[in-house]
């Protein structure tokens, strides 16, 4: 790795080491399906997000509800006090595609149809509100 790149890599670590968030690989389900469980929470607040995920019936909610968990868990163990209600939200969540498993299916006539079994992951981060109104601001800036 060059010099360049590792610089720039330690500075993205350094970065994350005062962020709150969790993340889920190779999530065996479409990029597609968990993105809709995901656009139901994406800025609300995490104990009215926990409510939403736990009563939904995509299968996909359950991943995700125990993610949010995991990622109020770290913010809490970082600021080294229990979350109140009102306080934490959902600032940020990404869904990337993961890798695509390639299989056959048979079809008449001796042929076969290709299947595409996909799978994801996702990243939540989870903040105070002052400091996402900070994040959003300073996002603003850079895009004017």
């Known amino acids: 790795m060059g010099a ?13 080491k005062s962020l709150s968030f969790a993340k889920l690989r190779n999530v065996p389900s479409s990029p597609r399906k968990m993105g809709l469980v995901v656009d139901m929470i994406r800025g609300m607040e995490v104990f009215r997000a926990l409510g939403v995920l736990k ?3 995509k299968d996909a909610s359950a991943k995700v509800e125990k993610l949010l968990r ?5 913010w809490e163990q970082k600021n080294e006090r229990k979350a109140e209600s ?22 008449p006539q ?23 109104k900070s994040d959003a601001d300073n996002n603003k800036e850079i895009q004017n």
């Not at 600032?91 to 056959?104: A, E, F, G, H, P």
């Not at 290709?114 to 400091?131: E, G, P, Q, Y």
């Open 86 to 107: 009102g306080e934490l939200f959902v600032t940020s969540v990404n869904v990337d595609c993961s890798t695509t498993l390639k299989r056959m299916r048979p079809a």
């Open 110 to 132: 001796g042929r076969g149809y290709r299947v595409r079994k996909r799978s994801n992951h996702v990243t939540l981060f989870v903040d105070t509100k002052n400091v996402a």
């Open 4 to 16: 360049r790149k590792r610089i720039s890599a330690e500075a993205r670590k350094e970065a994350l």
């Open 70 to 74: 995991s990622a109020i868990a770290n």
């Open 55 to 57: 009563y939904s019936n």
